[in-house]
């Protein structure tokens, strides 16, 4: 088993106006056979998180350390991240012209791995993954992100997170724009990984839909760039019955 530890962690978001503080000293522990939710109002800093784990040049880590078993992850490259482990679902969300899906996945594997895959395996493990998804056979020949509708590029990502096999996997705002199929399919994807991986999951969400199909066993709730409160999965019932508004009302 792995963990991922984040401490004290600070990230500002450099844009042209300047620099400004979004998470001002976030702390948590994520063991790779365990699944955690980050949940909070927009704007609390969720998709910072997400950007800065994975190492986004805008999003500036200023303070605290992000270690998978003692390795720093702070001075790597987006790169590097990923073959220590580290897999954000939209890492890639731009259009890639002229490279398949097929192409994209073999590469990032061989990227990761630091080999090629097998040919014979890699086929059939793409297929059983696709069928699994329920993605149609042509998806494979399709160029990356192009045209790809809501739903498609949902399924890319727990597709590249199936095969990629990694250790932490971020999953931001997964279930936005899924209709109920759609989300159930996703979520089992999710739920497959957990179960035939060490994988330890960040899932992180506005909305407590989702929760229905991926148990999570913690929640964290992220207000203002801190974590304002911490449970189990009733803390998530909870926030699906009551929503924010105690932690809005909050002065900070
Ligand atoms: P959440 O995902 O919880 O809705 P975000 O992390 O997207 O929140 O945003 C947190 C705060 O940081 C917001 O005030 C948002 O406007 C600001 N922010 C995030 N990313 C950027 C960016 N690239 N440029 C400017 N402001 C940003
Ligand atoms: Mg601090
Ligand atoms: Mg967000």
């Known amino acids: 088993m792995s963990t991922l530890s984040i401490r004290d962690l600070h990230v500002s978001v450099v ?11 976030i702390d948590l522990d994520i063991d790779s056979n365990s699944t955690h939710a980050i949940m909070g109002p927009n704007g609390s800093g969720k998709s910072t998180l997400a ?10 880590i200023t303070q605290g350390s992000v270690t998978i078993d003692e390795e ?6 987006a790169d590097e991240r ?12 731009v259009e890639v012209p002229g490279v398949t899906v097929t192409n994209f996945l073999r590469s990032a594997k061989t990227a990761i791995d630091g080999e090629a895959p097998k040919l014979r395996t890699w086929t059939k493990e793409l297929s059983e993954a696709m069928k699994q998804l329920r ?15 809501g739903g498609e590029k949902k ?35 999710v739920n497959r990984a957990r179960e035939n ?11 407590t839909r989702i ?36 932690f809005l009302t909050q002065t900070a």
């Open 82 to 93: 990923a073959r220590a482990g580290l897999f954000l679902a939209m890492q890639y969300p």
């Open 155 to 189: 399924r890319h990502e727990i597709l590249q997170m199936e095969l990629l096999k990694p250790r932490f996997a971020i999953l931001d705002e997964t279930d936005s724009g899924l209709d109920v199929d759609a989300l159930r399919i996703v979520s089992e994807g």
């Open 51 to 60: 950007y800065a784990l994975a190492g986004h040049p805008k999003y500036e």
């Open 197 to 207: 991986t060490d994988v330890g999951v960040l899932l992180i969400t506005h909305y």
């Open 15 to 25: 844009t042209e106006a300047g620099s400004k503080e979004i998470l001002r000293g």
């Open 135 to 149: 993605v149609d056979p042509e998806f494979a020949s399709r160029n990356v992100n192009e045209g790809f509708s």
């Open 72 to 77: 720093n992850l702070v001075d790597m490259s």
């Open 211 to 246: 929760l229905r199909y991926i148990k999570p066993d913690h929640v964290h709730v992220l207000v203002k760039g801190k974590v304002a409160e911490e449970g189990g999965p009733e803390l998530a019932q909870r926030l699906e019955d009551e929503g924010y508004d105690r």
